[in-house]
C-alpha cells in the first residue's frame, strides 16, 4: 500500500496544517511548527511493508515535540529508524542532546518524549523512516533505547549494508508483492537489529536467523563492491568475513545457488544493464565484459546467451532498436 502528498497541490494557507495532522496520523501523534507557515513546503510517500512502514520525507525546516501529554493520550509502542539523506538537525530524548546530519541513522522511540527540529529554509530535509513495533527486532527494547537522539554514522560494514538496502527498498517498493513486502520486512528487522547490537557491542543477543540473514547481507555487499575482480574467489569472501569456505558454501545452499552462480549472475546483471545504456554504445563489448570481472570472451558470450538467450551484440542492437536478425552477431 502506498500513499503520497504534496504540498504544493494544496492552497497555500491549508499546507502546513495539512501536513500537521497526516503526519500525526500517519506516524506518531506530535505538534509541529514552522517558522513561515504560509512558506511551508513538503511531499511524503508512504508504504506499508508488511509489519513495518516506510516514509520517504522531503520538507522544509520543521521543529517537533512528543510531551508526555500526548504520549499518554496515544503511543503505538514503535521505534522510529530515520535515515537521513539531506539536511541537518538536532534532537532530545532520554537525556540526550545530539545534532544529526545527513551520513547519518537515528533512533526515535515513541514511548519516551523527545523534541527537536530539522531541515531549514536554505537546506530542506529528506529522510527515509522506518517505523516498527518496538518488538520487532527480538532485542530489549530497553536495550536498543540507549540507542535513541545518539546518531549513527553510516560506515562499511552492517551501518552500510543497511543503508544501501533501505535506499534500495524506497526505490522499489513501488514494485513489491504482498509476499515480498513481508519478506522485505524480516530482511529490515535483521539488518536493523544487527546493526543496533553492533553499536551495542552486544551481537551475541541476535537470534541465530538474524545473525545469519545480516551475515548472508554483509557478504553480498561484499561481493557486489568487488564484482569487477577476477581475483574474486570463495576463499577472499570467506576470508573477509572470518568464517571458513564450508560456512560459506551453506550460506548459498540454503539460497539454493552456489557461490560461484551467484557471482557469475551478478556480473551477468551489470554486463546486461551497461549494453543497454545509450551512453556506453561507443564500449567494446569485451572492455565492459573485463569491467565485470570476465577475462575470458568466449566464456562471456556463452554465460550471457546462456542467460539471456541471445548474444552481448544481439542485446545491445535490440536495447538501441536495431532488428539483430539484419546483422547476427556472436558476441
Known sequence: ?????????????????????????????????????????????????????????????????????????????????????????RMTQAGRDAAFQAGQLLLIDSSRPFGGWRGSADDPARSLI?????AALGLRSDMVGQLTAAPIPVQNGITGVLAGHLKHLAENADGLTSRDAQTVADVTFDLIAAACADRLEATALLSPESRRRALLSLIHDFVRQRLGDPGLTPQTIAAAHQISVRHLYKLFEEQGVTVAAWIRRCRLEQCHRDLADPRQRSRRIQAIATHWGFTDAAAFSRAFRSAYGMSPRDHRKRAAGDDPSENPGVG
Open 1 to 89: 500500500m502506498k500513499i503520497a502528498w504534496n504540498t504544493r497541490d494544496m492552497a497555500v494557507p491549508d499546507r502546513f496544517t495539512f501536513w500537521n495532522d497526516t503526519m500525526s496520523r500517519t506516524l506518531v501523534p506530535v505538534r509541529l511548527a514552522t517558522d513561515h507557515p504560509a512558506r511551508f513546503d513538503g511531499s511524503a510517500q508512504v508504504f506499508g511493508l508488511g509489519a513495518l512502514q516506510m516514509s520517504l520525507m522531503n520538507h522544509c525546516l520543521l521543529q517537533a515535540s512528543r510531551p508526555v501529554k500526548l504520549i499518554r493520550q496515544s503511543d503505538p509502542e514503535v521505534f522510529q529508524l530515520h535515515l537521513i539523506l539531506r539536511g541537518r538537525g
Open 130 to 134: 522506518i517505523q516498527f513495533p518496538r
